[in-house]
């Protein structure tokens, strides 16, 4: 499962609150990903980053920001949630040397009421 | 911008039937992934094709490139229950990955 966590798996929250996910990995791979999941929509990449303190924006990156202190966690935040960011939000990182593989955490299902 | 097109998006088959998947894309790409995941599940690599011309095969599936037509096919041998699942076409750009919107497979007895 290339070591990838995420925290919480589940959470239900109010508009307007503010929400924070956090990815984990124990490899020290330098890329790691946060994509979101609808229905119709296959995986759309949110942000990325490329190193400690190194991010950049993705497809769908508006209402979204992103901060990476230390090589092994990636934390994503909804500084305001809205109902438009209910989502199965997925963590990945990519692996040197495979390609650039990416390979997925067990995903985060956020509920925004 | 880079644009992945699944088809079908849904497909339901029976147990011991073949089909293929295909998938296209807009714009040039040095390499292309197939991915599976299960309902309520994380996404699970199948297959990275690097080159025009590559095929790669586990058991039942067997994925193919060609890059000139921009196309990935992703063809089923005798389907058995356990197959499934979504299949996500994906494409790179740079260090970025685009999705297809995938293929919801349903393989019935």
């Known amino acids: 499962d290339a070591g990838i966590t995420q925290s919480p798996r589940h959470k239900v929250t109010e508009t307007g609150t503010p929400v924070t996910l956090r990815c984990h990995q124990t490899?020290?791979?330098?890329?790691m990903y946060w994509y979101r999941q609808d229905p119709g929509h296959g995986l759309r990449l949110i942000h990325y980053s490329y190193g400690v303190k190194d991010t950049d924006k993705g497809e769908v990156s508006d209402g979204y920001s992103v901060s990476r202190s230390k090589t092994e966690d990636f934390l994503l935040t909804l500084e305001s949630a809205t109902s438009s960011q209910t989502s199965v939000y997925f963590c990945?990182?990519?692996?040197?040397?495979?390609?650039?593989?990416?390979?997925f955490g067990p995903g985060t299902r956020l509920t925004v009421l | 911008e880079l644009k992945v097109e699944q088809n079908p998006l849904f497909l339901s088959m029976q147990e011991g039937k073949n089909y293929t998947i295909y998938c296209n894309y807009s714009?040039?790409?040095?390499?292309l992934y197939w991915y599976r995941q299960d309902p309520g599940k994380s996404l699970e690599s199948l297959f990275v094709l690097l080159s025009n011309g590559a095929v790669k095969q586990e058991g039942r599936l067997m994925a193919s490139l060609d890059t000139k037509a921009r196309l990935s096919t992703l063809h089923i041998t005798a389907a058995v229950h356990d197959l499934s699942a979504t299949y996500f076409c994906?494409?790179?750009?740079?260090?970025?990955?685009?999705f297809g919107e995938g293929t919801q497979l349903t393989v019935n007895p």
């Open positions: 990945a990182i990519s692996v040197a040397g495979t390609y650039n593989e990416q390979f």
């Open positions: 490899e020290n791979h330098r890329y």
């Open positions: 714009t040039t790409s040095d390499r």
């Open positions: 994906v494409v790179t750009s740079g260090s970025r990955l685009t």
